[in-house]
Antibody, heavy 119, light 113 residues
């Protein structure tokens, strides 16, 4: 069974750094793109960026370029979403998702990681 | 960036009736290289991650009920849910994957009347 399992909820203060993770299993991790999606409380889905684990090639949405970084560790089939300095406005649910083999549709999705940034 | 606009924002349908959700893109999602529309539909139930329902505008994901169907081409697309059941209460999103960023529609909330 193809699965993406994300790291647990985080509570951080503004200015702190954070890296959340997404581990893939049940498929060849290096040959499928992984996406990150933000969902702010009560709001819709926002495409943040994607990464190809095979060579770490990545593309960011202009809205998130420079605000976050996406990386992978192929050896443990894990993708990461990293903030160097969190803001209160980063408080949201973050999902990872595997892209289809023949197109950019997303499935399956991870269970989500809730990030809360508050002083 | 391609803008995806869904209508309506919310919808209330009686059990057993048909629900129809529309999605319009700001440019055509039909790619000549593979003769396909690069459009997907997702269902998100409260407290759950989104779930892929439809891709290539009309291909149903494995395991998805055949009550869900997708149609349309170019810039106008429709998700139809026949014989509505209580378990279909959710927010539905369309998303294009024609060119990055792969933006989503704002979502349509489906409720039971």
């Amino acid at each position: 069974e193809v699965q993406l399992v994300q790291s647990g909820a985080e509570v951080k203060e503004p200015g702190e750094s954070l890296k959340i993770s997404c581990r893939g299993s049940g498929y060849t991790f290096t040959t499928y793109w992984i996406a990150w999606v933000r969902q702010m409380p009560g709001k819709g889905l926002e495409w943040m960026g994607i990464i190809y684990p095979g060579n770490s090639d990545s593309t960011y949405s202009p809205s998130f370029q420079g605000q976050v970084s996406i990386s992978v560790d192929k050896s443990i089939s894990t993708a990461y979403l990293h903030w160097s300095s969190l803001r209160a406005s980063d408080s949201a649910m973050y999902y990872c998702a595997k892209l289809g083999g023949d197109g950019g549709y997303f499935g399956p999705w991870g269970q989500g990681t809730l990030v809360t940034v508050s002083s | 960036d391609i803008v995806m606009t869904q209508s309506p924002d919310s919808l209330a349908v009686s059990l057993g009736e048909r629900a129809t959700i529309n999605c319009k893109s700001s440019q055509s999602l039909f790619y000549n290289y593979n003769k396909k529309d690069h459009l997907a539909w997702y269902q998100q139930k409260p407290g759950q991650p989104p779930k892929l329902l439809i891709y290539w505008a009309s291909t149903r994901e494995s395991g998805v009920s055949d009550r869900f169907s997708g149609s349309g081409t170019g810039t106008d697309f429709t998700l139809s849910i026949s014989s509505l059941q209580a378990e279909d209460v959710a927010v539905y999103y369309c998303q294009h994957y024609y060119s990055k960023p792969y933006t989503f529609g704002q979502g349509t909330r489906l409720e039971i009347k």
